[in-house]
């Protein structure tokens, strides 16, 4: 049987193969999940009810200064031992920053650039492609420092994933961090 209108047959058959195509790339690819504030907190919550969940998380403000006109809680104590410290950030006693510093001693420096990178790709699945922010290597006098970081930045929220190490001889510190920002 030959169709009525070759023409509009092809292009039916042409727009329709267009619309499965678009449909398989929008259900391939999904929206990027929302960074949240760290443990359950959210952007502009009071430094007295996060002194009270810390209590209650059983970990201890291990000291209270300001950096920057800001007031910073310095943390310790949390129930994962690879979070050697957090840092709340407030601005006009509004929580405007949290930076979460993980370590352990048995990472040798292969263990902690390996996971950097996993945690870099989990976050990009997560949040989307990242931008790398930093790469560099520099010297203070005897002491190699290297700092490589990634940032992922949504409407109400940043995040940076950065790997720091310091090297001295045969001494050497390492951290990971993620700095999560409110604006």
Sequence with gaps: MT????????AFRLLALAGALLCMVAASSRAAEEIKVPFNFRWGDASQLVEDTIERAQARVVDRKVVNGRKVL?????PDPRLKRSLFSFDNDSLVEVELQYGDD???????????????????????????????TSREGDVVQTIVGYQWTQ?????????????????????????????
Aim: glycine share 6%; charged share 25%.
């Design 106 to 136: 048995a990472w040798d420096g292969q263990k902690f650039a390996s996971i950097f990178e996993q945690t870099r790709r989990n976050l990009d699945r997560k949040y989307g492609t990242s931008r790398n922010i930093a790469r560099q």
């Design 3 to 10: 169709p009525v209108c070759p023409k509009i047959s092809a």
């Design 155 to 183: 409407s109400y929220t940043s995040l940076r994933l950065i790997l720091y190490t310091a090297e001295k001889g045969a001494e050497t510190f390492r951290m990971l961090s993620y700095h999560y920002r409110g604006f």
């Design 74 to 78: 310095v943390v310790e104590g949390h």
